[in-house]
């Protein structure tokens, strides 16, 4: 929305630009505003992974306190993780992956299909758990997973990369209590890492 916002105030102005520029001009504009705090003046990202889990689903939607902050119809509902290695640009390429990754049939029944080539909806929630170490004991360890302030500005990179390529995107509310309910079409199920 920031992106297609700042897109008509360029146009309005008549500075050149095109739709792909807006949105990456509003990124690093995102980017900037998060990563530059009086606590980062540096504007440091520590390397971080990011953890995804793909379902299918013919619906889809989420709730915080009892309202609905996202819902979808046919498409893919991705529960996200961001753990304490690797680098943001990876975050950006599993978000590309994940728009072209062919799992929805094509007439002949077979998974050919990306999410862009059926303008499906994906609803993307947060979820620290991915990273849960159950090795040792019956209580999991958190410890592999980023602290929330840096987990939120690559989250919210995985997010807006997604909307930048034109996909109807939704979202849960980061590190809010949230209530998901799905229809996992398949099933279908898969689990990603960068």
Known sequence: MVAHISFELLSRFNFSVNKTEAYES????????????????????????????IQRVAEAQVSVANEIVGKIGPGM????GIGRSDS????????DKIRSLRVFEDDQGKMNRSLADMQGAILVVSQFTLYADCKKG????????????????????????????????TTGRFQAKMSVSLVNDGPVTFILEA
């Open 26 to 53: 509003c990124s690093a504009l995102f980017l900037h505003r998060n990563l530059f705090t009086p606590k980062n003046p540096q504007g440091v990202v520590r390397n971080l992974v990011v953890r995804v889990v």
């Open 77 to 80: 509902c991705v529960f996200v």
């Open 88 to 95: 943001e640009a990876k975050a950006s390429a599993l978000a």
């Open 138 to 169: 019956n209580r999991p360890s958190f410890t592999a997973a980023a602290p929330p302030a840096e987990a939120q500005i690559l989250y919210d990179l995985f997010v807006e990369r997604l909307r930048s390529s034109g996909l109807n995107v």
